[in-house]
């Protein structure tokens, strides 16, 4: 699938799990951008793109992004062709 194809379902995806339509999925997008991306939205972004790209992350690529009593910062999306 073409990097531009995937950026293009992700940003679908983000629009529908944050419901923002503003939304624009790039590499240097990350979880401080993005309003109500806490650890629970987080989760359900991460089955949903699991779900659509019929793909498993392991828990070092999930990782703890939300220090405790925070919003994390430290996610961001890049995308392996």
Avoid: C, N
Avoid at 49 to 73: D, N
């Amino acid at each position: 699938m073409d990097e531009s194809l995937i950026y293009a379902r992700l940003t679908e995806i983000f629009k529908d799990v944050f419901d923002e339509d503003s939304i624009e999925v790039a590499p240097e997008l990350s979880a401080k951008d993005v309003d109500g991306w806490d650890s629970l939205t987080h989760i359900r972004l991460i089955l949903t793109v699991e779900k659509a790209f019929k793909i498993k992350f392991s828990t070092s690529e999930i990782g703890p992004q939300f220090p405790r009593g925070g919003r994390g910062g430290g996610v961001r999306i890049s995308v392996r062709v």
